[in-house]
């Protein structure tokens, strides 16, 4: 603890629920299990900046492998903003990733920050919203059970910069988390996973070859869920994938800008019609 009676420590895994109850004040709407989906990613990447024994900043920064982590949950206590605490905490946090490139999903008002501590835009992501009427579940969609996970993990390889097994199996296993596959002569061309949040259900990842094959995975999942508010986070330079929002009567309700500290494994963004999550990538 510093003279002025700040510290930051690592999160014990029973305090990471702070981090999302202070997102969903700020609107971010996490999803209901999400905390513990995040924590099998790195459970010592969550950080929590205390004045006098109280937190007053929170922080993930999680460590994918040896080259990429990602950071979110990176929310300072509204009376306690301006004062410095939010950099310190940035900084023990950002610590944790050594040498590792950083992704985010930065919110507008911290985009500049982020420019000056390394960070480079690489595209704009923008949450869609609204209601959508459930309809009957497409033919030849089938449960993401339907197919080895090995498939799952391959695909996924296409569209996030590192392996992510113990997360992905925690994010389609989770209670709640419904995922539907679309199979092609033996090819998984399409699959995705929706889930409950604090508000409505957001959809994510939504992956798929072609956007007829992302509608029919979209079309199945709400029809799973038996229609009502539905959010799907979309990267803006994919447009089949802004398209399908619209066509579903979905609007823009919140943007992100991706960005990284620098060069990541390639990946196949024409691919993404929904983005996982803001706060893990």
Known sequence: MTADGF??????PEEV??????????????????VACFTTVDASGFW???????????????????????????????????QGYGWRTWQAAMAHAGNRVVGLDGVVAQQENYKKSGFALAYRNVRYGGSVQASKTPAGVASIQAVPFAMIEADDATVFPAPRRDFLR????????????????????????????????????????DAS????????????????EIFLDVPEPN???????????????????RMYTGPIRPVALARVFGVTTFELG
């Open 7 to 12: 510290r930051v420590r690592a999160m014990r």
């Open 213 to 228: 094959s992302a509608e029919a995975v979209f079309s199945a999942l709400v029809a799973d869920v038996g229609g009502g």
């Open 239 to 257: 447009r089949p994938a802004v398209a399908l929002a619209e066509d579903h009567g979905l609007a823009p309700v919140f943007e992100t800008a």
């Open 17 to 34: 629920a702070l981090a999302a109850d202070w997102a969903a004040a700020e609107g971010w709407n996490p999803g209901l299990s999400d």
């Open 48 to 82: 929590l900046g205390e004045l006098d024994g109280k937190p007053v900043a929170t922080i993930s920064v999680v460590n994918y492998d040896d080259r990429f982590a990602f950071l979110g949950f990176y929310i300072v206590r509204p009376d306690r903003r301006g």
């Open 170 to 209: 925690a994010w389609i296993g989770t209670s709640g988390h419904i995922g539907r596959v679309l199979v092609r002569d033996g090819k998984l061309t399409a699959w995705g996973v929706i889930r409950p949040c604090r508000k409505g259900f957001k959809i994510g990842p939504l992956n798929a070859d």
